[in-house]
């Protein structure tokens, strides 16, 4: 068929009322996204920020994402806006702050609400993709059926990570069993799954209170050694508590993440075959249809599980440890000091330390492998149809602490939690050329109106107008003027905060009273200073952001000015709150626009 009339038949098949820019062939997409994975776990990143290749702590490896770097476009100061999982892949995939989406932690949501707007994946299929998913989603949408949350698929095809771990078919899962080694438990348990090639082992607190099993998750965790999250009133655990380190039982290749590269090329290697991982489903690509495809990675997430092939890479790695202020921990607010209390770190030995470590950055360095693949993969299924294409890679979906503020995790506007650069690789070198390095700042909501414009969609149609970030083409060209500033609330684990970041300072307040949706959205415009527990860094002489001066004099116009134009665009700029209640089922629903255009990007300071 002659190119220009099948590109006409896709034009004619897409949805009526869908806005589209000028005809052109589409190019097929693909979004890869990592989980917690900190930007100094790629060498390219750290030469781009700091001029050297290693992380500040010590040895890191990434030659594909490096090469990735050298195709395409890197934006550099990319940030997200939320630094939990749920809420940050939310803005990504919705395109909107929290506070326009009014999802800020891990709630589960329905798209029946006055302010809802279809999704990425939903948005593309209406532009005539077929849309595709492997690995973690992260972004907890329900529908809603008689007062009832129901399924609601944001992929045509839609490859569950869940049934993946149930069924075996990776090197780690965790829910409930009710037997081990034959033996029937009593009542069903709750433990860690490791599936090696071998067999299972389980691992969980609970089991180690049933005659018969004491010490059976120490045994189990010397096997694969683990290193799990304790605080500083325990001297070890076993079972239950978060796994910092330790070595997968399968070998490269087969882990979670590798099967979902597998599943991946299998996807794009059998155009239209009926295929299967488990007793899931699928059918292969469809080559005359242009595709969007997310891979969503686990790594680094916990569990810290690197293959033992990459452990081996770096198992003679000696690492700088961030040493910890205790005049810092006395500056910090109690919504922070209970973050460092909370996840706390710096009470492990010398040796757990240098294992949290070693085996974070082996875990990042084999899911470079797997990035490089991907991308690979996907590039030369595009070029064997003679399509054009573009990758998007996100350096995790927010960042991770290695014991800096004393502390591991995430959930906090530190650097380190928020700056996860994205790199776009396309065949349209004018749109995203090779060895590209744009500084301005870019946004997590900046992924959906990207790919959209791709897509081809009008973005300036009325449509649209719900999406608050850039088409980061349009930001490399120098199109569009720099941002002045950057935003993001969270409410997981610290309860409400909200900050504000410029290329000089970082700034940041408990915005909301507590978790209560409604009431007063001007409470933060009317309390006390101290009230609101401010943090201000300067990052230009304090980069490593350890020096709160939120109550210095000779910071105050700045504190002041910083407040005075973050608090209205969160609280007043469109400020969605929801009641979801459980499973996403509720639906009473909160506004508050007393401050509209308050997010002009615009910004002066003293």
Known sequence: MPKLIALLL????LTPGVARAAESEQPNVLYLLTDDQRYDSIRAFNRMLHGRDHSALG???????DRLAEMGTTFINTYCHATGCAPSRASIHYGRYPHRSGLYEFEYHNPTLPHWRPSMPESMKELGYQTFHVGKLGVRIKGLRDGKATRHDLYEQDISFHKMWREGITDWGKGDIKAVDGQTLPEPTHADWFFSPDGVDYSGKDLDKIPGFEGHSEKVDKKYDIIRMYNDRREKAYGGQMILGGVSPQPAGLTRDGRYNIELARFLQNPGEKLAVGSQKYVGVDPTRPLFAHLGYDFPHTPVLPPQSFRERFREQTYEMPTVDESEFTSLPPQLKNLVSYNGSDHYTDGEKQQMVRDYYAFCAYGDD????AADDFIAYSETQGQPWMVVYICGDHGWKLNEHGAVSKFSPWDLDSHNPIIVIASDKKAFPAGKVVTDF??????????????G??????????????????VASGA??????????????????????????????????????GGDFKWALNADYEDLEPVLYDTKSDPAEVNNVAFDPAYREVAEALKHKLLPIVLGDGRVEVDWEK?????TFYTSDFAPRADDKQLELP
């Open 10 to 13: 896709v034009f004619t098949c």
């Open 59 to 65: 040895y890191v490896e990434s030659p594909h994402v």
């Open 370 to 373: 797997l990035v490089g693949q």
């Open 442 to 455: 870019a946004e997590f909501v900046d992924v959906m109106p990207t790919v959209l414009a791709a897509g």
């Open 457 to 474: 969609a009008d973005l300036a149609a009325p449509e649209f107008a719900f999406l608050d970030g850039y088409d980061l083409a349009q």
């Open 480 to 517: 569009l003027p720099p941002r002045p500033y950057v935003l993001g609330e969270s409410h997981a684990v610290i309860g409400p905060r909200a900050w504000i970041r410029t290329k000089g300072y970082l700034f940041s307040v408990r915005n909301r009273p507590d978790k209560k949706h």
């Open 583 to 587: 499973w996403g089922a509720g639906t």
